[in-house]
């Protein structure tokens, strides 16, 4: 897991704001996986809970950053950032998002193509100034709940609140949820490194803009593991089209089949994303994701 410092230098993993406490040797990690959020699935678990619980707190006494893009070194890798993120809706606007709502209906699938789990789902995010989540999710007839408000979290299951729920587990979750719908602007964030690889024709035959980011524990105290991003862009638009991710042990493709334009940032409608080889050849369809009902409330 790449993981991200805490301190009154470092940019907060969500907003990208820098945060006015300071947490010294405290690190929060990003979960990109296949299945996006699942209530229902176990997830790895977090090394420090309370601290993760004590960075959302903190969010209520962010402030922007100066420079977001101010760590990166390279002219050619931030130009070509800043201008995919003003397309996709813009970095500054994106921090000042104080709620964020939205529904996702989701399967996995196993190799055999059988379904492995389905589930709907209900996001409800409060940003700034503090932060309180919401999220409920429907398996056939089960019901679960995480809140997460005045510094705690709590599970809810089939109303009937979970006294016996994994903390850790559950603000993974939340964490997920959170890391993949704040792409690409998460490449704004001061933990990867990354390079600017021109424009390469997927294997669908589709030209896009790609940016590489490497998430390197062994030259980086603040990663604990290795993964490796390439974040395609659409040649014409520079809007995001999906990604492909190196993981320890297999790679995933993920693409937006579907968009959908909010306030002016531009959200999957619909999502798939596959199992594929490290030639980038498609061996099963391992999600589908279903996005609606987007709503926004900015401070600006």
Not at 96 to 125: P, R, T, W
Not at 149 to 177: F, P, R, W
């Amino acid at each position: 897991m790449a993981l991200y410092p805490i301190s009154t230098n470092k940019p907060h993993p969500l907003t990208g704001t820098k945060l006015c406490i300071d947490f010294a040797s405290t690190c929060l990690p990003y979960y990109p996986c296949d299945n996006e959020f699942s209530i229902f699935s176990p997830m790895t678990s977090i090394k420090s809970f309370s601290l993760l619980i004590l960075l959302l707190i903190a969010i209520s006494c962010s402030r922007p950053s100066e420079n977001s893009l101010a760590h990166i070194n390279s002219s050619e890798v931030k130009s070509f950032l800043e201008k995919a993120l003003e397309k996709n809706g813009g970095l500054e606007r994106w921090k000042a998002i104080k709620i964020l709502k939205y529904n996702k209906n989701y399967e996995l699938y196993l190799e055999s193509g059988e379904v492995e789990m389905a589930a709907q789902q209900f996001h409800d995010y409060t940003l700034l100034p503090n932060m309180e989540i919401n999220i409920l999710s429907k398996e056939g007839n089960d019901k679960k709940q995480i809140v997460f408000e005045q510094g705690q979290i709590k599970e809810y299951v089939n109303d009937t609140l979970n006294k016996q729920v994994n903390e850790e587990s559950l603000t993974n979750n939340m964490q997920s949820a959170l890391f993949v719908i704040s792409q690409p602007f998460k490449l704004a964030d001061e933990g990867p490194e990354l390079t600017y690889e021109g424009i390469k024709t997927l294997n669908t035959g589709e030209e896009v803009y790609v940016l590489r980011a490497v998430y390197n524990s062994s030259s980086k105290d603040n990663l604990t593991t290795s993964d490796t991003w390439w974040v395609y862009f659409d040649k014409e638009s520079y809007l995001m089209t999906g990604y492909t991710v190196k993981h320890l042990d297999h790679y995933s493709l993920v693409r937006n089949i579907e968009t959908i334009e909010v306030e002016g940032f531009h959200f999957p409608k619909l999502r798939k994303s596959w199992r594929v080889n490290e030639k980038g050849e498609v061996l099963y369809l391992r999600a589908s994701y279903e996005y609606s009902n987007f709503e926004i409330n900015s401070s600006i």
